[in-house]
């Protein structure tokens, strides 16, 4: 493997709900490289998106340590690690998520509205996104104008439009036909294969999983050997 981007160890998790404590991750180790198209398998409950969240920096460990690019993620402060998620991490998730009053140029601009860029930059970088997901001809289009699959698309383009170093998906094709899946995780792929991107995706489906680079599983917490 390259040099790890992610770099977790003893990673737990245990949520507290009341007098119940359920132990969402138990002892978690994996390194993630750069480059790497990572599918995070495993039954519902196993705890997949808890691990995503952490790596993430949307939600926190109870113990170990989670080390993207050397900062311990869990350990900084809300605001620093609201900076940190800005600058680093692109979301992609299940039910796309745009904002349904915004276009489709306005939906993967939004990201950029947090940082220094001025209109025409910010202009730039949100059309080359929307044409690396081949939507270049969608922009003035409005959510409900799009398929599912184009949805998505406008989501990763909005989830990459900032340069994050990792794209996070939490089962991006779950709601997707087989056609439009397959171009999701194509693009998905291709951001791993020729930019670099460090790609990690929750799956439960194992043809969703076969455009990874490498599969992991968990189990009850744990990721088996
Ligand atoms: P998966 O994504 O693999 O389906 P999750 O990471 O969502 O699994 O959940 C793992 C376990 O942690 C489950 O038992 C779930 O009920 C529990 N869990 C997840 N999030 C919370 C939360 N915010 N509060 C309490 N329990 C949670
Ligand atoms: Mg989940």
Redesign the pocket.
């Known amino acids: 493997m390259t040099e790890p981007v992610v770099s977790i160890r003893n990673l737990s998790k245990v949520?507290q709900?009341g007098d119940i404590q359920?132990t969402?991750l138990n002892g978690v180790s994996l390194d993630i490289g750069a480059g790497e198209f990572l599918a995070l398998m495993?039954?519902?409950?196993?705890?997949?998106?808890?691990?995503l969240h952490i790596i993430a920096g949307v939600d926190r460990p109870t113990d170990g340590q989670c080390l993207v690019q050397g900062v311990d993620v869990g350990q900084l402060d809300e605001s620093a690690l609201a900076d940190w998620r800005n600058q680093n991490v692109g979301f992609v998730f299940q039910s796309f998520n745009l904002i349904p009053v915004l276009t489709a140029f306005e939906n993967v601009e939004l990201p950029l509205l947090l940082t220094q860029l001025g209109g025409r930059e910010r202009k730039r970088l949100a059309t080359t996104a929307l044409e690396l997901v081949g939507l270049g001809d969608r922009s003035h289009h409005l959510p409900r104008q799009l398929s599912g699959g184009q949805e998505q698309r406008v989501a990763i383009a909005r989830a990459l439009v900032t340069d994050p170093r990792l794209i996070v998906a939490d089962e991006p094709t779950g709601n997707l036909d087989a056609h439009s899946a397959q171009e999701v995780l194509g693009i998905l792929q291709a951001l791993s294969r020729t930019a670099g991107k460090t790609v990690i995706m929750?799956t439960h489906d194992p043809k969703a999983a076969a455009f990874g680079s490498r599969s992991v599983h968990?189990e009850k917490?744990e990721l088996l050997p």
């Open positions: 949520y709900q359920v969402a495993g039954p519902s409950g196993s705890g997949k998106s808890t691990l929750v968990l917490g």
